[in-house]
């Protein structure tokens, strides 16, 4: 089974410009989640979804942060612009039921770097 | 709010020894579940063990176990006969009961075992 899967796995862009993460969680998941690590830190919740709506996103800075998950698949994570202080790991993860414990599958992240 | 401290930054180990890590967590909750993750350089978070609150038994996977002190807030990780791979990073992480499977994680340990 394949798992949680992310692209690009780097990417180096200039302060102001856009990015754009990519996240395809493992089949038959409703639940999937962005979350962002700062160097030497744990991962913090930007956003919680299930299936296609975004039941938590309180922690997402909205002013230039955006995402979408079309047809409760596939995710975007959106920055624009970005600024320094966005360089970071930007982990998907994904699990099957919110009903009970269910354990949470992540990517290998994408690591952010602005310049 | 949940927070979770882990107070060991760092942390090394001989080869075949056994290392504890250390984790407090801070809620007002009584029904809630504990987990260490581990993040090797790959940067994926790996689930190495979970602790139900509601259960006095300590948690066992193997070489892992936990040391789970509830009045104390205390969740420590256990590793023994440490192996090479297990050198990475070491997150201690909490999930509030029927609240959506998301994590607060500790800042966590850097594991390092030497040959």
């Known amino acids: 089974e394949a798992g949680v899967v992310q692209s690009p796995r780097y990417k180096i862009i200039e302060k102001k410009q856009p990015v754009a993460f990519w996240c395809n969680p493992i089949s038959g998941h409703n639940t999937l989640y962005w979350y962002r690590q700062n160097l030497g830190q744990g991962p913090e919740l930007l956003i919680r979804y299930e299936n296609e709506e975004a039941v938590d996103d309180s922690q997402l800075p909205k002013d230039r942060f955006s995402a979408e998950r079309l047809k409760g698949v596939d995710s975007t994570l959106k920055i624009q612009p970005a600024e320094l202080g966005d360089s970071a790991v930007y982990l998907c993860?994904?699990?099957?039921?919110?009903?009970?414990?269910?354990?949470?599958?992540f990517g290998q992240g994408t690591r952010l770097t602005v310049v | 709010a949940q927070t979770v401290t882990q107070s060991q930054p760092e942390m090394s180990v001989q080869e075949a020894e056994t290392v504890t890590l250390s984790c407090t967590y801070d809620?007002?909750?009584?029904?809630?579940?504990l987990f260490w993750y581990k993040q090797p350089p790959s940067r994926q978070m790996i689930l190495v063990i979970r602790?139900?609150?509601?259960?006095?038994q300590n948690a066992t996977e193997n070489r892992f176990s936990v040391n789970f002190q509830k009045a104390a807030k205390s969740f420590s990780l256990k590793i023994s006969d440490s192996q090479l791979g297990d050198t990475a990073m070491y997150f201690c992480a909490f999930m509030r009961y029927n609240a959506g499977n998301m994590l607060t994680f500790g800042g966590g340990t850097r594991l390092m075992v030497k040959p």
């Open positions: 809620t007002s909750e009584n029904n809630y579940y």
């Open positions: 993860a994904s699990s099957g039921s919110t009903g009970r414990p269910s354990e949470a599958f």
């Open positions: 602790q139900e609150a509601y259960k006095q």
